[in-house]
């Protein structure tokens, strides 16, 4: 019976998932791991995974569109190989610094911003805040509206059950956890869960989460935000998988009634990572909107 689950140090697992394009930016003592690849001369996208997820989320959206579109892809703060927050602050505002700070290091032109789940809600702050940065916004299955948490989330919250979380982690309770993101639980496969168990037991990874989860409001984006998507000017494009268990659809309606120029797109037997389960038509449906509300004129070089 497994009582304790000992973290696993980084250099263990670099050479298995830092692999590839993969490269890191440092600030400080502060590192970023992220991924550049595809058409260095195509419009930019710059994708934002979910909690306890990581860069590898955005594999097959990679595969179909690297030969017309830069695809940028980064493990967040607390995430995969990138560095803990420093002073534990896992605010919005801070995260969202990180961020712009990530995108004026790589000097990236103006970019779309795609933001799933958490990276959702990071997405929406990033667009409140530095909308001239953005050429338009995609949220897929984002959290960000007032809403309750799914249940495990607000288990975790509970007395002593979070830092029991830190120290004892079984695997098959991840596992199902996991396959609960998808409409199609053959989609999460061994490989895949081993990626994702792995690179939650790295080294402060695990207390990262049991931080960034601590509010009652930990998923929610803060009235003044959420009120700046009524004003944004920027084309925005909503994805949402028709069976995510967590975040009905109808908030993904609602994102797409509350900003002026948006489209929504529901992805039949889906969950709550589309872009995994049906890649070919979810990444068919971003390069129709792109090609549509993108102008060369648009893809120009950040002030």
Known sequence: MEILTADIPEEKLLEKYAVGASKFVNFDSFRIHYRDEGNQNGPTIVMLHGSQSSLHTWEAWVKELEKDFRMVSL??????????????????????????????????????????????????????????????????????????????????????????????????????ELESCYGDKSKCTDAMFERYYELMLLTGRRRAQLLINKPDN??????????????????????????????????????????????????????????????????????????????PQKTVALA
């Open 75 to 176: 493990d967040l703060p607390g995430h995969g190989f990138t560095s803990v927050m420093p002073d534990d602050d896992y605010t919005y505002p801070a995260i969202t610094r990180v961020l712009h700070r990530f995108v004026r290091a790589l000097k990236l032109p103006k970019f779309t911003l795609v933001g799933n789940s958490y990276g959702g809600v990071i997405a929406v702050h990033y667009a409140a805040w530095y909308e001239s940065d953005l050429t338009s916004l995609v949220l897929i299955d984002s959290a960000g509206y007032p809403v309750p948490d799914p249940l495990p989330c607000q288990i975790v919250r509970w007395p002593l059950v979070g830092e029991v979380f830190t120290h004892c982690t079984p695997r098959d309770f991840v596992r199902k």
């Open 218 to 295: 930990a998923y929610w984006a803060p009235s003044p935000v959420l009120e700046r998507l009524t004003q944004l000017k920027i084309p925005a494009l909503v994805m949402w998988g028709e069976k995510d268990p967590w975040l009905e659809t109808t908030l993904g309606q609602r994102f797409a009634d509350d900003i002026p120029d948006a489209t929504l797109k529901i992805y039949k037997g889906a969950g709550h990572v589309p872009m995994e389960e049906q890649p070919a038509e979810s990444a068919a449906d971003l390069r129709e909107f792109l090609n549509e509300k993108i102008t």
